[in-house]
């Protein structure tokens, strides 16, 4: 089992950066494949970006691409999304969930474990 504990987030302006966090706890983090989604108030959660266990792969959805990046340290027990150009359309809260199966990537029903979120309020 691990648990998840997202941090990072905040209020900015449009075209600002963030940068969130997400420690695990653990000993098997490594073994995990790691993604990011968001909710906004009224819509469904969506996916944001994913990486998978090594780091060697990583998907971002279509609205963040070349905005976003995702990144993990397995020393650290942490993964990271660093969002540059932020949109006011991004204001949402951000999960973090982690998969054991290395399959997929996109669909919030493939993932095992999730964080608390934390909010991002992007202001025009």
């Known amino acids: 089992q691990v648990q998840l504990v997202e941090s990072g987030g905040g209020l900015v302006q449009a075209g600002g950066s963030l940068r969130l966090s997400c420690a695990a706890s653990?000993?098997?983090?490594?073994?995990?494949?790691m993604g990011w989604f968001r909710q906004a108030p009224g819509k469904q959660r969506e996916f944001v970006s994913a990486?998978?266990?090594?780091?060697?792969?990583?998907y971002y959805a279509d609205s963040v691409k070349g905005r976003f990046t995702i990144s993990r340290d397995n020393a650290k027990n942490t993964v990271y999304l660093q969002m540059n150009s932020l949109k006011p359309e991004d204001t949402a809260v951000y999960y973090c969930?982690?998969?054991?199966?290395?399959?997929?990537?996109?669909?919030?029903?493939?993932?095992?474990?999730w964080g608390q979120g934390t909010q991002v309020t992007v202001s025009s």
């Open positions: 969930a982690a998969k054991t199966s290395h399959i997929g990537f996109s669909s919030r029903y493939e993932y095992n474990y």
């Open positions: 653990g000993r098997t983090f490594s073994s995990y494949d």
């Open positions: 990486i998978w266990w090594s780091g060697g792969s990583v």
